[in-house]
């Protein structure tokens, strides 16, 4: 493996030279700036994008309209202008200083500028799905973090029942559904300024100083350094700027919600510029806990982002980046949603067992909000890292190198019954991450027809318990662990206090080789190949050792307790090779109509169990330790349209066909409460997703998107029983044909905005106003799938009135869940599965207003 792995390496370093031996003769240096205005008015658009047609280096108006582009292209080239509302521009550059006028066009769209193939290139020219945000829009749509941008992009699944409970999921696919397990990787690549971020928690961050967030879909793993099987989210922030600029933002809403925003930016020397950024978040809970007379489930989030932009020469940029963010929140903890009827005796069931301890939920309905919890929740969620990044001008390409160093700090404290019983009374899986991260890949022309991008990766994982990680059960754990009539269940002091304390440490290395090259065969025919070559390797230990409950030699007594905790350890390695790839073709019938096709076959590494193994008759399941690599054959069928000037519509087919899905189940042993991983023979994920958009006369401009996604398990025969069939003569089930959980069959989202010029107080400006709905069928919120863990259907609406002034002040209400639409997100199974189910609440409405200046 090792002889493979240094081989493909040795053929990129060989490869590399030579790709950069193909170029053109030297480049001359240059600097452009200049100003964008309105043709007729004269004047000044803030927010144009202008980019050098060909390359990645591109830059936005500021508020007085201004841009620099620092190149080392050779004068004259060739830009490309777009702003929203008017005709788009190529324009020839043969100075260092123009003033660029465009064209108000209400027959016409302007084309999004994306960056995801390491060059900017319109949108609708990609032979791939992509979903772009602007900043700018997911700001106005209250889009703060991505658990509010999936309302935008349909295909998108985010559940999360706190920071490290997450799963980001595209088509159905990328991480596994419900708690987290430390031991795989995520399927949806998450990048922010070309750096991965490793962790599922990394998606609760809120967005600071975003410009634009990128969402592809399909198999990415030729164009990223990290492999992604289901897609990658691709946000890019804002740059530092040698002209000076500031923005500030300040909103106002219901449940105490504030939030503010700011940034600044300006050169510090001829050649280095600097950017500085922050975000605050605070809200109330949503849920008040009658336990501990608070509410819960508040917002309580501060992150700051540093950027210093360094240009030694015209053709060399350097990028350092540093980032923390500090989120402590009253929470997480959720209300019982539901009781399952099992299959265990009647004196086992839920309602008989609180009816025998005395005790009624204090509520009659999950989405009263309350919540009885008798352990004080904690969240504590820490995240933050530094980055340099060195883009370097040689030929018709770049030459990127990009060096990261993360770090990822999780202190919870949760009640995970559900109730106000001393059950399991703590729930708190402490744990520290840091990631290692190096890329450099060169990305350009090799000549007039052929195009494309060479790299290598490397990222380095080590994730621990910080310093232990505690389970422990309480005074009433007794009834709920009870299996029998036997008197010894009700000995005092059997379970008080009884626990397991557990250290364990998983150390990864990925190391990847990945090429991507556009071959124009004619103007209209292109070929897209693509390799990758990966090698994982994960080492892994596990311990855990109980404490407290009755000290007794008595072996009945030792038995009981051995049903609820256990000891256990394992130390586990394993390692894998994979070569994947991609071919796409790519034809391009006229400048309206951009067809293509591509075949990919994608690879998830190899995983292992880091959070506890279930027993079969008092013996470890050993061999569950590691669970196989996934992979996946994809196959998608696209077209993208402009059937005017004014409008787009794009369709796409895909189908998914994955071996040894990687999946995450229950077991009623509390002792591996979060879960453990598991294989899936064969599943397969096929549908078809439609998105288009259309301006009408300068002052309307409608959007939409819909989504039919098919996933089911093709082979799972030996999956968990779902909750209602536990206690049952079969542990386990062939649940063959069933769905796949977190997907809904049908989604979708509709917009309309409308504008119109006009004056406020004197300053001139846009009145805008705008209205959203999202809407998803009905879904599993169970890999084993059940008749009772099903989640309504449900739509909800969005809007916001506003206006924006030219000279940057922007003033806005906004309302979110505007029907106050009462829906569930998650349901999640209580460890033991004594049949209550907690239910994870979508936001009730919310409203505010806010106040935006950027100048």
Same mark, same amino acid.
């Given at each position: ?740 959980? +977190?997907? /809904?069959?049908?989604? @979708?989202?509709? =917009?309309?905005? *409308? &504008?119109?010029?006009? %004056? $406020? #107080? ?30 309504? +259907?449900? /739509?909800?609406?969005? @809007?916001?009135? =506003?206006?924006? *002034? &030219?000279?940057?002040? %922007? $003033? #806005? ?43």
């Amino acid at each position: 493996m090792k002889k493979i792995l240094k081989t493909t390496f040795l053929v990129a370093v060989i490869f590399l030279p030579l790709f950069l031996s193909a170029q053109d003769k030297p480049i001359i240096n240059a600097t452009v700036s200049g100003t964008v205005i309105d043709a007729i008015t004269n004047e000044k658009l803030i927010g144009a994008t202008v980019s050098i047609k060909g390359t990645t280096n591109g830059a936005a108006t500021d508020a007085n309209g201004e841009f620099a582009l620092i190149t080392g292209q050779k004068l004259p080239f060739t830009v490309i202008v777009s702003f929203v509302g008017y005709v788009k521009r190529e324009i020839v550059i043969s100075e260092s200083k123009v003033e660029i006028k465009l064209d108000q066009d209400v027959n016409q769209l302007a084309d999004v500028v994306v960056s995801s193939r390491r060059r900017q290139e319109a949108v609708q020219d990609i032979p791939i799905p992509i979903s772009v945000i602007r900043g700018a829009t997911a700001e106005d749509a209250g889009a703060f973090n991505v658990n509010r941008l999936k309302e935008l992009v349909p295909t998108v699944q985010l559940y999360a029942s706190n920071a490290r409970n997450t799963t980001l999921n595209i088509r159905g696919l990328g991480s596994t559904f419900g708690l987290t397990n430390d031991g795989i990787d995520p399927g949806v690549g998450f990048y922010v300024d070309g750096v991965y971020y490793a962790r599922p928690a990394a998606t609760a961050l809120d967005f600071v100083d975003i410009d634009r967030v990128e969402v592809l879909r399909g198999p990415q793993g030729t164009l990223f350094g990290k492999n992604t099987t289901a897609g990658a989210f691709n946000i890019t922030t804002r740059e530092a700027s040698f002209t000076p600029t500031a923005s500030f933002e300040l909103s106002y809403g219901n449940y105490g919600y504030i939030q503010a925003k700011g940034s600044l930016s300006g050169a510090l020397s001829k050649k280095l510029a600097a950017r500085i950024s922050f975000s605050g978040t605070q809200r109330d809970g949503l849920l008040y806990n009658v336990k501990t007379q608070q509410h819960m489930n508040d917002i309580n989030n501060l992150g700051f982002r540093g950027q210093l932009l360094y240009t030694p020469t015209d053709k060399i940029k350097i990028t350092f980046i540093a980032d923390v963010t500090d989120q402590k929140p009253n929470g997480y903890g959720w209300p019982v949603a539901g009781v399952v009827t099992t299959k265990r005796a009647a004196y086992r069931q839920f309602n008989a067992i609180i009816k025998d301890l005395n005790y009624t939920l204090p509520y009659s309905s999950p989405f009263e909000r309350i919540v009885d919890l008798d352990t004080p929740s904690k969240a504590d969620n820490q995240l933050g890292g530094a980055s340099v990044n060195a883009d370097i001008k040689i030929g018709n390409g770049t030459l990127t190198s990009t060096s990261a160093w993360r770090y990822w700090r999780w202190t919870p404290l949760n009640d995970r019954d559900y109730t106000g019983l001393p059950i399991f009374t703590i729930s708190s899986g402490n744990s520290k991450h840091e990631q290692w991260s190096q890329e450099v890949r060169y990305s350009g022309k090799i000549s007039s027809k052929v195009s494309g991008v060479v790299g290598l990766f490397g990222l380095w994982q080590d994730l621990n318990s910080d310093p232990v990680q505690t389970e422990e059960a309480g005074s009433a754990q007794w009834r709920f662990a009870q299996s029998s009539t036997s008197a010894l269940w009700k000995t005092p002091g059997l379970f008080d206090n009884f626990g397991i304390r557990t250290t364990n440490r998983i150390q990864s290395t990925s190391l990847a080789a990945f090429s991507q090259v556009d071959w124009a065969i004619t103007e209209k025919l292109h070929v897209l190949p693509g390799i990758r070559y990966n090698y994982d390797k994960k080492t892994a230990n596990y311990k855990r050792e109980t404490y407290g409950g009755l000290q007794t030699t008595d072996a009945a007594l030792i038995a009981l307790k051995n049903a609820v905790y256990t000891n256990q350890a394992f130390n586990t390695e394993a390692t894998n090779g994979n070569l994947s790839g991609q071919l796409t073709l790519q034809y391009k019938a006229n400048k309206n109509i951009n067809a293509y096709a591509t075949y990919a076959s994608s690879y998830k590494p190899v995983g292992i169990n880091i959070g506890g193994l279930p027993t079969a008759n008092g013996q470890v399941l050993i061999d569950l330790a590691k669970v196989k690599p996934e992979f996946v054959k994809h196959i998608e069928v696209g077209v993208k349209t402009k059937p005017s000037a004014n409008s787009i519509l794009n369709v796409v087919f895909f189908d998914d066909e994955i071996k040894d899905y990687q999946t995450q189940v229950q077991t009623p042993e509390p002792g591996v409460n979060r879960g453990y991983l598991a294989n899936a023979e064969k599943v397969r994920v096929r549908g078809v997703e439609l998105d288009g958009n259309i301006r009408i006369n300068n002052h309307f401009t409608f959007n939409g998107a819909v989504a039919y996604t098919d996933g089911k398990y093709v082979s799972f025969i030996n999956a968990p029983v779902p909750l209602e069939e536990v206690g049952g003569t079969q542990a386990f089930k062939d649940v063959s044909g069933g769905r796949l959980p +977190g997907i /809904s069959k049908w989604s @979708g989202s509709f =917009g309309v905005e *409308a &504008s119109t010029k006009g %004056s $406020l #107080l004197g300053l001139k400006g846009n009145y805008f106003a705008g209205l959203d709905v999202y809407f998803r069928s009905e879904f599993s919120s169970s890999p084993s799938p059940s008749q009772f863990l099903n989640i309504d +259907g449900y /739509s909800l609406l969005n @809007g916001r009135v =506003g206006f924006r *002034a &030219s000279n940057g002040i %922007s $003033l #806005l209400v906004w309302g979110r869940n505007l029907a106050n639409k009462d829906y569930f997100e998650q349901l999640l199974a209580a460890p033991g599965s004594a049949g209550q189910y907690a239910g994870i609440l979508g936001d009730p409405r919310t409203y505010g207003t806010t106040l935006r200046y950027t100048f």
